[in-house]
């Protein structure tokens, strides 16, 4: 089991930023952002392994960046450049366990981008 505290978002105009975080109570294989705008499905935002591989979304890359410290089992989503199709709720989940891997999430926080 991971507990996963999310902080940040919130309402930024077009063109802003915004900056995530995600700590999680325990070590983990990965963690990342997922989001949900209204009517859709949840779509994979940004991944980073414990390694430091990263993954994104083809309509953030350029303008989100993701980044970790494993040594506070924390992620930071930065959101730059936000665009009105932004706004959704940010899901950070954490990837754990070997052989068998889980997935566990957080509670969401909404970032809603004003045009």
């Known amino acids: 089991q991971v507990r996963l505290v999310e902080s940040g978002g919130g309402l930024v105009q077009a063109g802003g930023s915004l900056r995530l975080s995600c700590a999680a109570s325990?070590?983990?294989?990965?963690m990342g952002w997922y989001r949900q705008a209204p009517g859709e499905q949840r779509e994979l935002v940004a991944t980073i392994t414990r390694g430091g591989n990263t993954n994104y979304a083809d309509s953030v890359k350029g303008r989100f960046a993701i980044s970790s410290d494993n040594a506070k089992n924390t992620v930071w989503l930065q959101l730059n450049s936000l665009k009105a199709e932004d706004t959704a709720v940010y899901y950070c989940?954490?990837?754990?366990?070997?052989?068998?891997?889980?997935?566990?999430w957080g509670q969401g926080t909404q970032v809603t981008v004003s045009s």
């Open positions: 325990r070590a983990t294989n990965a």
């Open positions: 989940y954490a990837r754990l366990g070997y052989p068998n891997e889980l997935t566990y």
